[in-house]
């Protein structure tokens, strides 16, 4: 079900989604009272013109990204008691774009990977446990674990040192079908690896399950001010849809109890 309502989430969560209806309303309004019907469409261009301004969706977004400190590196020692590192899904593209070229693409949120490659090679004692089915509401043949695996290796990393989850399709399975892998013992300590704006209710997510991890957080999209003449459009839009769904997506969470 949770994937589902995650799914409904996405959808209204997408700027350009309220602007469409906004246009249809005033088309349906227009044809009794077209006054009405200029009024709404003047509307929704108005809408589509704020949309676009960044430091709107970006306080949002920073609100996110700033609820854990930037991560420091631990003191040799330390390295030494955890397990491991848990990267979570959603930095690589979807299993179509590899037909016809084999290659595994990364999205913009592709330091989550490769930040999960740099910490293991510089401490080759940790496991690198990646967890993320298929998202898509059509499964596809092969999941996200599988293109990991590949990219994973063929960054250097053993086959022996890679721990594969590929059930999951939101954060609370990724916290869920992880622990249920082989050699998984969540009460050790393992360092958890999202991006800032996907860490608040990943973190929530595990520490309700019972694991012990220790947030690495890695692609942030905004920095300590947006300067207040940044205006672009595409990526002000989707700024605007990660702040709302994960903002919206913690509060679902929060109320089903799947996140303290």
């Known amino acids: 079900m949770f994937f589902?309502?995650?799914?409904?989430?996405?959808?209204?969560?997408?700027?350009?989604?309220?602007?469409?209806?906004?246009?249809?309303?005033?088309?349906?309004?227009?044809?009794?009272?077209?006054a009405r019907g200029?009024?709404?469409?003047?509307?929704?261009?108005?809408?589509?013109v704020a949309l676009g301004w960044m430091p709107l969706p970006d306080l949002l977004l920073r609100r996110l990204e700033l609820a854990q400190p930037?991560?420091?590196?631990?003191?040799?020692?330390?390295?030494?008691?955890?397990?491991g590192v848990?990267?979570?899904?959603?930095?690589?593209?979807?299993?179509?774009?590899?037909?016809?070229?084999?290659?595994?693409?990364?999205n913009a949120a592709g330091e989550r990977m490769n930040m999960a490659v740099a910490l293991a090679l510089a401490h080759p004692r940790l496991k690198v446990l990646f967890?993320?089915?298929?998202?898509t509401l059509l499964r596809q043949t092969e999941s996200e674990a599988d293109a990991a695996r590949q990219?994973?290796?063929?960054?250097?990393?053993?086959?022996?040192?890679?721990?594969?989850?590929?059930?999951?399709?939101?954060?609370?399975?990724?916290?869920?079908?992880?622990?249920?892998?082989?050699?998984?013992?969540?009460?050790?300590?393992?360092?958890?690896?999202?991006?800032?704006?996907?860490?608040?209710?990943?973190?929530?997510?595990?520490?309700?399950?019972?694991?012990?991890?220790?947030?690495?957080?890695?692609?942030y999209r905004t920095g300590s001010a947006t300067p207040w003449t940044q205006y672009a459009m595409a990526a002000s839009l989707g700024h605007w849809q990660i702040a709302l769904h994960e903002t919206l997506g913690l509060w679902a969470y929060r109320w089903s109890g799947q996140a303290e």
Request: charged share 15%.
């Open 4 to 34: 589902a309502v995650s799914k409904l989430l996405t959808a209204l969560t997408q700027p350009l989604t309220w602007v469409l209806l906004l246009m249809v309303l005033a088309l349906w309004r227009g044809r009794r009272q077209p």
């Open 38 to 48: 200029r009024g709404l469409l003047w509307t929704s261009v108005l809408l589509l």
């Open 70 to 83: 930037v991560p420091a590196a631990p003191a040799d020692p330390q390295w030494e008691r955890y397990a």
């Open 86 to 106: 848990v990267v979570l899904g959603g930095a690589l593209e979807h299993a179509y774009l590899r037909s016809g070229n084999g290659q595994v693409a990364l």
């Open 131 to 135: 967890t993320g089915g298929d998202g």
């Open 151 to 219: 990219y994973f290796q063929e960054m250097g990393l053993s086959a022996d040192r890679l721990l594969l989850e590929g059930r999951s399709r939101t954060t609370y399975e990724n916290a869920r079908y992880s622990a249920e892998l082989p050699g998984v013992d969540i009460h050790r300590p393992w360092l958890l690896v999202t991006s800032g704006w996907h860490m608040p209710r990943s973190l929530a997510t595990f520490r309700s399950l019972g694991w012990d991890v220790t947030p690495y957080t890695v692609d």
